[in-house]
């Protein structure tokens, strides 16, 4: 069973910087990219950042490239979202995320409020 567990969201002036993790139980089978999402109020969840799996390959979307920084420590069965230069705009709550070629799993979220 698959379980993942976001924290280190709160609130934070704009200019500012946070750390999100992703604590997973266990890897998916044919799991093929570790993400991060993100939705605010009254809009859809967008795509944030990815880890592709094997390869490590980062992507990044336009919107966060050059202020976030996704990691990974195996070693902790962790990821993590780097989140420097905060905007009000980036205000949402923060999914991370496991695909596979069959399935999704979820975190609850995390919420990250930018605001002065």
Same mark, same amino acid.
């Given at each position: 069973?698959?379980?993942?567990?976001?924290? $280190? $969201?709160?609130?934070?002036?704009? $200019?500012?910087?946070?750390?999100?993790?992703? /604590?997973?139980? #266990?890897? #998916?089978?044919?799991?093929? /990219?570790?993400?991060?999402? =993100?939705? /605010?109020?009254?809009?859809? =969840?967008?795509?944030? #950042?990815?880890?592709?799996?094997? *390869?490590?390959?980062?992507?990044? #979307?336009?919107?966060?490239?050059? =202020?976030?920084?996704?990691?990974?420590?195996?070693?902790?069965?962790?990821?993590?979202? %780097?989140?420097?230069?905060?905007?009000?705009?980036?205000? /949402?709550?923060?999914?991370?995320?496991?695909?596979?070629?069959?399935?999704?799993?979820?975190?609850? $979220?995390? %919420?990250?409020?930018? *605001? *002065?």
């Amino acid at each position: 069973q698959v379980q993942l567990v976001e924290s $280190g $969201g709160g609130l934070v002036q704009p $200019g500012g910087s946070l750390r999100l993790s992703c /604590a997973y139980s #266990a890897l #998916a089978v044919s799991v093929h /990219a570790m993400n991060w999402y =993100r939705q /605010a109020p009254g809009k859809e =969840r967008e795509w944030v #950042a990815s880890i592709l799996n094997p *390869s490590g390959l980062k992507n990044y #979307a336009v919107s966060v490239k050059g =202020r976030f920084t996704i990691s990974r420590d195996p070693s902790k069965s962790t990821w993590y979202l %780097q989140m420097n230069s905060l905007k009000p705009e980036d205000t /949402a709550v923060y999914f991370c995320n496991q695909a596979t070629y069959s399935r999704n799993y979820w975190g609850q $979220g995390t %919420q990250v409020t930018v *605001s *002065s």
